[in-house]
């Protein structure tokens, strides 16, 4: 549990007034501080938050702490849209400790909170990119958290040498090493990991792309080719195709205007190619279907309610085998959340009304989605950026409880970033704020920790098992601990290549943990598909399953520890087994022309059916218990039957 201490809170200077250059910066300390207008000669460089250049002035700040503590530098409440950057070094030579532009929430206000040490000056600027209006901002001391979470500590490495803002680590080449990704309308960098541990720079560059990805990218495969491909999230639809040697990329931009904030690729129908959605601020949401031969079509459902549409995440809340979508809402339309439950056949039901995310007035950019109890199911963090409270949602198989008082997330400071990852590798999910770790203690309660770089894109850059994090052009890597560790990375064959909407199973002494590949999350960046699995003091692995999108189960037995496994869809022609008691029960098996279920409980029970090589050959509604089976060939198929909130997957013989 965080204890707050707020110094001198409205103290206010008065007459003082930053200076124009970092040479001149007024000395402050803790208090209220008045900028009469962003009118400095000298522009605050380098920029510490991914949010582009422009800039032409800045009006900057000088705070020496006589302790090691923490500091919050907000202009909430000012009206006015903000952005800072904070400094060490000396001038001339700054080095970027933290940054921010809209954690504030209403009215882009900014809020970054950072630990500090005694004696050391920090530099804060900021900077004219939105307004050159006055206002006035706090310096706010805080006491730093004794956890009993032990956090993990970051070095600072080397500069990646990008240019722009650096928004995706994702493996680019298919050697199952993530490499750090910056993009324009002009070219695509690629500082690409070796398995020495160095990067080496590749750059691609092209004429200027009909749009950029000036707010998000999302990465994969959409022709399962084996080199990872681009959307880019801006004014519009724009894939960027990596040639099939890798060597390049060919544009595809669709005609129309959309004001993209999130971006995702994901197989929303199912037919093994990994589509291209993207939220849409001012209108209803626009996704665009894949043949896998770089040709899209609009898909014509809305996917959502007009405006304030920013993040957007496609996971399987329900365990049903099939993905679902969350729309985290920030004002904008109704200014209330969706959780799109996937119906089959690309049709979608909003359920957010009757399990509880649908909460007027609650303001976020993003939303974390993980099993942060290990109980086998997806929970949610739902982020406050500004308005109301956070809210901790805890799946209960069939409807979700808000969990968060008491649990240690209601104190984590405003964020438009959330994003869920093990960092200490104990085998629980954490939680990433802007400047915040929320350590996963269990049992849901979290420990807050403001020792961890400012959100970014999030791999292994070195692949030493720890998740590292990218924040400009800079690599922060994790220190690490004693903990083991796995890394499965996914190779589709009848599913997308790059796994993406798998679920990933791993079974330890110590239980079961699961995780979904997923291609965007948070708000803007777009972060590794490999499942990454922290396991404590356990040093041995009973099991790694994987449920694939085709409804392919891979199950491996035994993996060792402390690496990374490749596996390959199909690798086994596993399905679990038959119903058990209180599960469906499918009978006669073998069967000849019809296929029954026993145990059905509600009267929209839904079948779907795959072959061993993993195609959907049938999927259906059933009636009467029962369905028609004799056009299928003589084999053995994998059945998923979802009646209800249950799901049960099984295997039959047809003669």
Known sequence: MRHVITLSLFAVVGSLEAQNSCSTALPIGPGSHVVPGITGVETPVPICVNTGAGATAGMWYRYTPALDT?????????????????????????????????????????????????????????????????????????????????????TQGPSTGLSGAVLT????????????????????????????????????????????????????????????????????GTFMLATDDGMGF???????????????????????????????????????????????????????QVGGNYGSIWIDY?????????????????????????????????????????????????????????????????????????????????SFTDVVEGSGTELAASCIEWRTHDFNNDGYLDILGQSELLYNVGGLHFEISDIVPSNGPIGDLNNDGFLDMVNGSTIYFNNGNDNHWLTVSPIGVVSNRSGVGARVKVITAQGEQIRDIVSGDGCRYMSTLNAHFGLGAIDAIEQVEIRWPSGIVDVIHAPAVDGTLVVEEGLSTAV?????????????????????????????????????????????????????VSGLSNGTYGVTVVDGGRTTHASFVKN
């Open 70 to 154: 923490g500091i919050v530098v907000t202009s909430v409440g000012s009206g006015v849209d903000t952005r800072v950057h904070i400094y060490t070094g000396t001038c001339g030579n700054l080095s970027c400790v933290d940054g921010d532009d809209d954690s504030g929430g209403s009215g882009g206000t900014s809020e970054v909170n950072f630990s500090v040490v005694g004696g050391t000056t920090y530099y804060i600027a900021f900077d004219d990119r939105w307004s050159d209006a006055g206002f006035t901002f706090q310096l706010n001391e805080i006491a730093q958290t004794v956890l009993l979470v032990e956090p993990v500590g970051w």
């Open 576 to 628: 679990l087994p038959a119903a058990s008691a209180g599960e469906i029960g499918l009978f006669p098996n073998p069967v000849q022309d019809r296929l029954s279920l026993r145990g059905a409980r509600s009267t929209s029970v839904r079948i779907r059916i795959v072959d061993m090589t993993g195609r959907m050959v049938l999927e259906s509604s059933v009636v009467g218990n029962s369905v028609d």
């Open 169 to 236: 680590v994702v493996d680019m080449n298919g050697d199952h090493l993530d490499d750090v990704v910056a993009a324009n309308s002009t070219s695509i960098k690629v500082a690409r990991q070796g398995t020495s541990g160095a990067f080496v720079n590749y750059e691609y560059t092209f004429p200027a792309t009909m749009h950029s990805p000036s707010f998000s990218m999302a990465a994969g495969d959409m022709d399962n080719n084996g080199y990872t491909d681009l959307l880019y999230g801006g004014g519009g």
């Open 250 to 304: 060919v544009e595809h931009s669709i005609d129309g205007y959309i004001f993209a904030q999130r971006t995702n690729m994901a197989d929303i129908d199912n037919d093994g190619n990994l589509d291209g959605f993207y939220c849409h601020d001012t209108g209803t949401n626009v996704y665009f279907f894949s043949d896998g031969q770089g040709n899209f079509t609009q898909g014509s459902g809305e996917l959502s």
């Open 318 to 398: 329900d365990n049903d085998g099939d993905l679902d979508m969350y729309n985290t809402k920030c004002g904008g339309g109704n200014g209330i959340d969706a959780l799109f439950r996937n119906d089959g056949n690309a049709q979608f039901t909003d359920v957010a009304p009757e399990l509880g995310f649908a909460v007027v007035g609650h303001q976020a950019w993003s939303t974390a989605w993980g099993d942060f109890d290990n109980d086998g199911d997806m929970d949610a963090f739902v982020g406050k950026s500004g308005t109301m409270a956070h809210k901790l949602m805890r799946n209960n198989g069939d």
